[in-house]
């Protein structure tokens, strides 16, 4: 009965297309920590740690904690095929499609550091002035940890 609710809910997901800055204005509440994940279909190690965001997503249901998942998918796939793979794979967290599609203007909005590669997971809590950026895989148990501490 759960997988099935979880098999609507994926279903159900409206994949919006989003810039960096929307992506940066919808992550800006203080009192909420944002845990931002970029992927792609066409990534193998993304599609491996989608697996430690649903957990995440369970982890923190109810609190002051928003997981989101922005794909870099390429446009002709947006959104059939992305939506297809959500549904698929029983995608939980809000799932965005980023449209900006030159790395040289939106890579440095997300993070200075960012070298381009994904996956890549930047953990940010505006009202903490506190912002991580992980370039490569991630697990339920990293984020985790990071997120605790800024809840106490």
């Not at 944002?34 to 923190?60: D, G, S």
């Not at 390429?74 to 965005?96: A, H, M």
Request: aromatic residues 10%.
């Amino acid at each position: 009965m759960a997988i099935a609710a979880f098999s609507l809910s994926a279903a159900a997901q409206q994949i919006q297309a989003c810039s960096a800055d929307d992506v940066i204005h919808r992550t800006s509440s203080k009192d909420t920590l944002y845990i931002i994940n970029f992927w792609a279909t066409w990534c193998v190690p993304c599609v491996q740690e989608l697996p430690e965001f649903n957990k995440l997503q369970k982890r923190y249901e109810g609190q002051a904690v928003k997981v989101l998942l922005v794909s870099l998918d390429f446009k002709e796939d947006y959104p059939y095929k992305l939506g297809t793979f959500l549904q698929r794979k029983n995608i939980l967290p809000e799932v965005v499609w980023l449209s900006d599609t030159n790395p040289n203007d939106f890579i440095p909005k997300i993070d200075n550091s960012w070298g381009g590669s994904i996956p890549a997971t930047v953990i940010v809590h505006p009202g903490k002035q506190f912002k991580k950026f992980i370039e490569g895989q991630v697990t339920e148990k990293e984020i985790s940890k990071i997120a605790n501490q800024l809840m106490e």
